[in-house]
């Protein structure tokens, strides 16, 4: 399949799933009710709408930084969750719901100003390195800290409703968000993924290794301060406004790549667009499941992906023995 | 008109690598750095294009690392001893990344390189599907896609089979006489002299001996570069070096 066609097919399913996503859910809102003054329209306009352009901005944001960090570090079991930013947004978000500061901006606040700080830690730690091993050597022990300091917050929470809403919200779902959490995380999602877009050359070279990258006038530096702030900036947003989605940026370019090939800057749109359909499909499943409550996005993104990890890791094991 | 390393020292952690070397690279030459492991030939190399701070090392008379990294790309080829290839792409994808420094296109130059290298029936497959002599020369059209004025190759007849060799040699030389100014790693003793015009003998990060190959390649110089002893036969091809033990 050309790369045009690919893309149109996956923009295509994109707006099929979108349009699905704003018809699905516990309540039944009737086509007529759509074009009339209905009050139930409200339930599309305020409620599915909102929802359904986060769910796209997030799974494009995710697919994105997956594709871009597996090309940055040359590995294909990276994803967004490999710097540690996201169990710092994290931990800045339920430090505002357990010090009760969750209203208005307040998780959002916390939440990005923790993936900031976890951003300038990562930046110390990696200072002159030039290996990915460093880098994922530093996001581990960030990712480390910052879940130790969550679970430690949780054990201080003041009631059982401060630690309920943090386990609820760590779950990481689209449930309840509306124009306001869109307002606040798509400027930072949509600055994080145009910093992204302007990877795909570097990354290309980089397949190379380091020297021949360089030899090539491609300079590294640069490219790490777009993949770290990039990546940073839509991982740190997503995670504050709907919680931890993990996977998606793992299995999205691995989906793609059969198709597509294996040249990194190919991947990246596709990537995008692939993860905003898998979060729109998946969002959209999670809404169906029987019951009055729903699903959490993050732990059906985990039910999808961890046999995903398992299947991959065995896959590369196969291979390497090969 | 010449790259140029003057009086050039480097340590890398710590350990001194290159110590006081000079050396010039002529265009339209080959020019074959020669030395035992660890001599400090791939990190002349790297010094020549940039990939290490060094001071001392000048094309045309400008500094190299001072050059924009874009048009140094353009005119300085860079071919690692590292064959290594992180994704599995397209063999033409891959020849086809020589043409970055000029903002991609140059499908002409992407066909005239893999024509080069007898790897245009490659240009389908993937990497990973290649053996080891197939990636090698994909690797060496690579660079040759960028059509630099300079091509610096870090032991490009490793894993090539004879014939395989001996094409690649002739198309270094045949690169030298468009103009093209060639510097290659060898540890072939016999195949640098037969294919450069000029060597530069490295031991322990010192110039051992710089001319031509009929100057440098002296039994007593490779006894002292290499502490083995050589026995020179003489062959209408230029000399066969037989290396043996030291007794």
Redesign the interface.
């Known amino acids: 399949m050309s790369p045009l066609r690919l893309h149109v097919a996956l923009a295509m399913l994109v707006v099929l799933l979108f349009a699905a996503s704003l018809t699905i859910g516990k309540a039944s809102v009737p086509l007529d009710a759509w074009w009339s003054a209905d009050p139930r329209f409200a339930i599309i306009a305020e409620l599915r709408l909102p929802r359904a352009a986060l769910a796209t901005l997030l799974g494009a944001s995710l697919g994105l930084s997956g594709a871009v960090l597996q090309?940055w570090l040359?590995n294909p079991l990276a994803d967004p969750g490999v710097l540690g930013v996201s169990s710092a947004a994290a931990l800045g978000a339920v430090a505002a719901i357990v010090l009760g500061q969750a209203g208005g901006w307040g998780i959002f606040a916390a939440a990005m100003a923790c993936a900031a700080g976890g951003l300038a830690l990562l930046a110390a730690l990696t200072w002159r390195a030039e290996t990915p091993a460093a880098f994922v050597l530093a996001g581990t022990v960030l990712a480390s800290l910052a879940a130790a300091l969550t679970a430690f917050l949780i054990s201080l929470a003041p009631d059982p409703y401060a630690v309920a809403a943090a386990i609820d919200w760590l779950m990481g779902a689209l449930t309840d968000r509306g124009v306001e959490d869109l307002m606040q995380a798509a400027p930072f999602m949509v600055a994080g993924c145009a910093l992204l877009l302007l990877t795909g050359?570097s990354l290309?070279?980089?397949?190379?290794?380091t020297?021949?990258a360089?030899?090539?006038?491609?300079?590294l530096s640069r490219l790490q301060l777009l993949v770290i702030a990039g990546a940073g900036l839509c991982v740190g947003a997503g995670v504050a406004v709907t919680g931890v989605v993990g996977f998606v940026g793992l299995v999205v370019p691995h989906l793609l790549r059969p198709v597509i090939?294996?040249?990194?800057s190919a991947l990246l749109v596709p990537s995008a667009l692939g993860g905003a359909a898998l979060v729109l499909a998946a969002d959209a499943l999670c809404r169906l499941a029987p019951g009055a409550g729903e699903v959490r996005l993050g732990v059906a993104m985990a039910l999808i992906g961890a046999p995903f990890f398992l299947a991959l890791l065995l896959g590369e094991r196969g291979r390497s023995w090969r | 008109m010449a790259l140029s390393a003057r009086n050039l020292s480097l340590a890398l952690g710590g350990r001194p690598v290159l110590d006081a070397v000079s050396a010039t690279f002529v265009p339209g030459r080959v020019t074959a750095i020669l030395g035992a492991n660890g001599a400090g030939k791939s990190t002349l190399l790297?010094a020549l294009?940039a990939?290490v701070p060094a001071a001392g090392v000048t094309l045309d008379g400008s500094d190299v690392a001072g050059l924009d990294?874009?048009?140094?790309?353009?005119t300085?080829?860079?071919?690692?001893q590292?064959a290594?290839?992180?994704?599995?792409?397209?063999v033409r994808?891959?020849v086809a990344?020589?043409r970055?420094?000029h903002g991609?296109g140059g499908d002409a130059a992407v066909d005239a390189a893999l024509a080069a290298t007898d790897t245009i029936a490659l240009a389908p497959r993937?990497v990973r599907s290649l053996s080891g002599g197939e990636r090698a020369r994909v690797?060496l059209a690579?660079v040759l896609a960028?059509e630099p004025r300079w091509l610096l190759a870090d032991e490009p007849l490793a894993s090539l089979d004879p014939l395989h060799q001996l094409q690649t040699l002739a198309l270094l030389r045949a690169a030298a006489g468009r103009g093209m100014g060639v510097v290659v790693v060898l540890h072939d003793l016999t195949l640098a002299a037969r294919i450069a015009d000029d060597i530069v003998l490295l031991k322990d990060g010192r110039v051992l001996g710089s001319g031509t190959p009929g100057q440098v390649l002296t039994e007593t110089r490779i006894a002292v570069g290499y502490g083995i002893e050589a026995t020179l036969v003489a062959h209408p091809d230029g000399p066969v070096i037989v290396p043996r033990l030291p007794i």
């Open positions: 090309g040359r050359r290309d070279a980089l397949t190379l290794g020297d021949a360089r030899s090539l006038g491609i300079s090939g294996a040249r990194p | 790297r294009a990939l990294p874009r048009e140094r790309a353009r300085i080829g860079y071919l690692p590292d290594a290839v992180h994704w599995n792409m397209r994808d891959l990344l020589g970055l420094p991609g993937t690797l690579r960028g």
